[in-house]
């Protein structure tokens, strides 16, 4: 064991992966962080990954760090490979995470919904520490 709990390394593999989203980006990251929570809760994870995957292939072609969406989405795959669901972590070897998700079985896709709301909030608390007030959302 490392000394560290789970909700420790969430926070800092969160706070990492914010401090890394590009200036051009974040304007558009921020408000996809907030909503994220809140649209795996009303529709599933699977609806909610659909949404930003939709969202990523509206620019399909623009590079990484010009797609917020795609940013996410990285982002939270890389999060997720750290979890302890061995089916999700099998899976993001070979495909990407929406398409992992949608292939779990009841008890992994649950277990994976809990670990996504969970790293969502530490998502959510390194966007407001980590961006800056003065920095414009998209609907703004």
Request: hydrophobic share 40%.
């Amino acid at each position: 064991m490392n000394g560290q709990t789970r909700e420790q390394l969430r926070a800092i593999h969160a706070y990492q992966c914010v401090r890394a989203v590009p200036q051009g980006i974040r304007a558009d990251y921020k408000p996809r962080v907030h909503g994220l929570g809140a649209s795996v809760l009303r529709d599933g994870l699977a609806a909610a990954l659909t949404f930003l995957e939709r969202e990523k292939k509206a620019d399909e072609q623009a590079p990484l760090e010009t797609n917020a969406a795609k940013w996410l989405l990285r982002d939270l795959a890389k999060s997720l490979e750290n979890a302890p669901i061995p089916e999700l972590k099998k899976r993001l070897a070979t495909m990407p995470l929406p398409d992992a998700v949608r292939e779990l079985k009841l008890e992994e896709y649950m277990l994976a919904t809990r670990e996504t709301l969970r790293l969502v909030v530490w998502f959510r608390r390194a966007v407001q520490a980590t961006f800056k007030d003065s920095e414009p959302t998209r609907a703004q």
